[in-house]
């Protein structure tokens, strides 16, 4: 964690099960505190200001590793410089802990793939992610095509990354859920199986930079 990396804030409502989600980046540090700019609200995409001090959250960032981390803390301090920050208590390396896949950031994004029903129940169709997760993804299901819960599918990813290289993905994933619409495309919601530790980091990796990019649109 070091100055740059972009962090995702999760703040909990009073019966903690409402879970809202910011982004925010890491202006500053020492050996105590960590200080990052005001957070935007992943789907508002505004800056809000109801931060109070003494308010406890669930911060993540990716690691050096590609990993994805998660610790509890707390809002310590606010600065009102050039950049107003918040300044968040540093935890130990104790209290850092690698998250699990089910955990892992969901960010939208229209990414292309190809699916294939492994037990042949389809016909094979390319269409767009709507959104990706290290846990699973969902697709737009062209007219025509049709999927059902449990169905079991090969999945071709294409994941172009901001470095201009592209990583070609063959996953294996289970429809969790498939939506029909009247008067829209019909949606499938999967989940991925037995993925690599290469592949999910790769996911992982793509899925931060795409909220870097929304992060650095919204600066602008």
């Known amino acids: 964690m070091k100055i740059g990396d972009f962090l995702i804030i999760e703040t909990y409502g009073f019966d903690y099960d409402s879970v809202e989600k910011f982004r925010s980046k890491i202006i500053d540090k020492n050996s105590k505190y960590v200080y990052v700019d005001y957070p935007v609200h992943v789907k508002t995409k505004k800056t809000t200001g109801s931060f109070r001090i003494g308010t406890k959250v669930m911060a993540e960032y990716l690691g050096e590793d590609q990993s994805v981390y998660r610790f509890r803390t707390e809002i310590i301090d ?5 950049i107003p ?5 540093l935890p130990n390396e104790d209290q850092i802990q690698r998250i699990q896949r089910r955990q892992y950031v969901r960010v939208e994004t229209a990414a292309d793939v190809a699916i294939h ?17 290290g846990g699973g993804l969902s697709i737009i299901v062209p007219n025509g095509s049709r ?12 994941l172009p990354m901001q470095s201009g290289e ?3 993905l063959e996953l294996q994933g289970e429809v969790v859920r498939f939506i029909e619409k009247e008067s829209a495309a019909n ?5 991925f199986i037995e993925l690599s530790e290469q592949d999910i980091q790769i996911i992982i990796r793509y899925c ?9 649109k919204e600066l602008q």
């Open 78 to 82: 606010k600065r009102n410089g050039k």
């Open 187 to 191: 949606i499938a919601s999967i989940k």
């Open 147 to 158: 999927l059902s819960d449990g169905d079991k599918l090969s999945i071709h990813l294409v």
């Open 117 to 133: 029903s492994i037990e042949n129940k389809s016909m094979p169709f390319s269409t767009v992610t709507l959104d990706l997760s």
């Open 166 to 168: 592209y990583h070609y």
């Open 208 to 216: 931060f930079e795409k909220q870097r990019e929304a992060r650095q």
């Open 85 to 89: 920050t918040l300044a968040l208590q």
